[in-house]
């Protein structure tokens, strides 16, 4: 059964960090990319952060650049996301995603995770 | 900054066919076919029904269609059901190796 399984989130303060993991199994990790995408309560989708299998093409939604980092680790099937100088409006629910294409990108996310919640509050 | 826009609602009746369009405003979103379409339930993880703008997964109905033409794509339900009542959001990649969301749109089904 192909599976993604998030955690990490929590409650934090304005300014400072988190990290989110994402443990997959179930198919070949090392073949596809992956994606970081959050959705604010009861607001749209919106795609935070994707890296290609070989982490050589990675991107971020210009209101995370600097702040959020995205990186893999193919020996053990994980995908992370390193927030810093967190902000009120990174509040949401973070969802790994698992692209439908083999090595480049497609931006179709075919498996997701249950999601992992953040709150940035004071 | 690439965006990708859609109407806020599109409703028919039982049976009926809808179309949900997804307008570009990037010249990758004319040249790359990588467009992709989602159905969201209240409270229920996103799930692909459309992938490359016309190909549908594994195990998703053929009622569900999609087409691009230009900085136009569209989501085309067929024989509409209760069940397809959710949002739909289109999602593409964008410059600089990112991907954008469209915003969400309602569908009623009368």
């Known amino acids: 059964e192909v599976q993604l399984v998030e955690s990490g989130g929590g409650l934090v303060q304005p300014g400072r960090s988190l990290t989110l993991s994402c443990v997959v199994s179930g198919f070949t990790f090392d073949e596809f990319p992956m994606h970081w995408v959050r959705q604010a309560p009861g607001k749209g989708l919106e795609w935070v952060a994707g890296i290609s299998w070989n982490s050589y093409s990675i991107g971020y939604v210009d209101s995370v650049k600097g702040r959020f980092t995205i990186s893999r680790d193919n020996a053990k099937n994980s995908v992370y996301l390193q927030m810093n100088s967190l902000r009120r409006e990174d509040t949401a629910l973070y969802y790994c995603?698992?692209?439908?294409?083999?090595?480049?990108?497609?931006?179709?996310?075919?498996?997701w995770g249950q999601g992992t919640t953040v709150t940035v509050s004071s | 900054q690439s965006a990708l826009t859609q109407p806020a609602s599109v409703s028919g009746s039982p049976g009926q066919s809808i179309t949900i369009s997804c307008t570009g405003n990037s010249s990758d979103f004319v040249i790359y076919n990588l467009v992709s379409w989602f159905q969201q339930h209240p409270g229920k993880v996103p799930k692909l029904i459309i992938y490359e703008a016309n190909k549908r997964p594994s195990g998703i109905s053929n009622r569900f269609s999609g087409s691009k033409s230009g900085n136009t794509a569209s989501l085309t339900i067929s024989g509409l059901q209760a069940e397809d009542e959710a949002d739909y959001y289109c999602c593409s990649y964008a410059t600089g190796n990112t991907g954008v969301f469209g915003g969400r749109t309602k569908v009623t089904v009368l």
């Open positions: 995603a698992k692209d439908v294409g083999k090595l480049v990108p497609h931006y179709g996310m075919d498996v």
